[in-house]
């Protein structure tokens, strides 16, 4: 498969455990903000976003925290199992910017 | 299904050659976008279109070229001035120009022979 990201930083948990990736973003006028998962070999599918004025957002099995002060953004999966193993990226877009700008990611190894 | 095709999954240039990637979709989304994935490293924006018969060069538009002469379409020519184009690329699509997610394709992988 794609090797998308050969020298990522790597979070390893155990299956059921719940995990949390952070994120921490440049611009302060940055008003939206996702989380992706990258699979090996395919492009990202969204998983979660949340707006500047918002502070948290809970989805199935994962929630989304952001913390504008220290420009902070963190993705909690909870009873992580082994298919959420994958690349995780954030994306922010600078207001009245028409593109995504994406963080370098994380890498999600879940150990069964 | 509805969503966004990118051709073809593997793709090898040789030296000089220009070569170009196919992305199409059949969402009815306005804006179009092409980012180029390097190992390590999160993904980096070519070009986008917002409209049909019109694009903006994003980060690290030299050495390639785009057309959007169809609003389904928006392929992308890697030309022989991009020095180093081995890279994952991947297109995506949105709405609106509001706050949404973008779309993506799965991908195509240019290595140079």
């Known amino acids: 498969g794609e090797s998308v990201g050969l020298h990522l930083p790597t979070l390893s948990v155990q299956e059921g455990d719940n995990s949390i990736i952070n994120c921490a973003y440049s611009?302060?006028?940055?008003?939206?903000f996702i989380w992706y998962k990258q699979e090996s070999g395919k492009g990202p599918q969204f998983i979660i976003d949340?707006?500047?004025?918002?502070d948290k957002r809970q989805g199935q099995r994962v929630t989304v925290l952001l913390n504008k002060t220290v420009k902070h953004l963190s993705l909690q999966i909870a009873a992580t199992q082994p298919g959420d193993s994958a690349v995780y990226f954030c994306?922010?877009?600078?207001?009245?910017?028409?593109?995504?700008?994406f963080g370098s990611g994380t890498r999600l190894q879940v150990q069964p | 299904d509805g969503g966004i095709t990118q051709s073809p999954k593997y793709l090898f240039r040789k030296e000089g050659q220009n070569v170009t990637l196919s992305c199409e979709q059949n969402?009815?989304?306005?804006?179009m976008y092409w980012y180029r994935q390097d190992p390590g490293q999160g993904l980096r924006l070519i070009y986008y279109?917002?409209?049909?018969?019109?694009?903006q060069k994003g980060d690290i538009a030299e050495g390639y070229s785009v057309s959007r002469e169809k609003k389904e379409s928006f392929p992308l020519t890697v030309t022989s001035a991009q020095k180093n184009p081995t890279a994952f690329y991947l297109c995506?699509?949105?709405?609106?120009?509001?706050?949404?997610?973008?779309?993506f394709g799965d991908g195509t992988r240019l290595s140079i022979l």
């Open positions: 969402l009815n989304h306005d804006a």
């Open positions: 994306a922010e877009r600078v207001t009245g910017r028409r593109a995504l700008t």
């Open positions: 279109s917002q409209i049909v018969n019109d694009f």
């Open positions: 611009n302060s006028a940055s008003d939206y």
């Open positions: 949340i707006r500047s004025n918002m």
């Open positions: 995506a699509s949105i709405e609106g120009q509001g706050n949404q997610p973008q779309h």
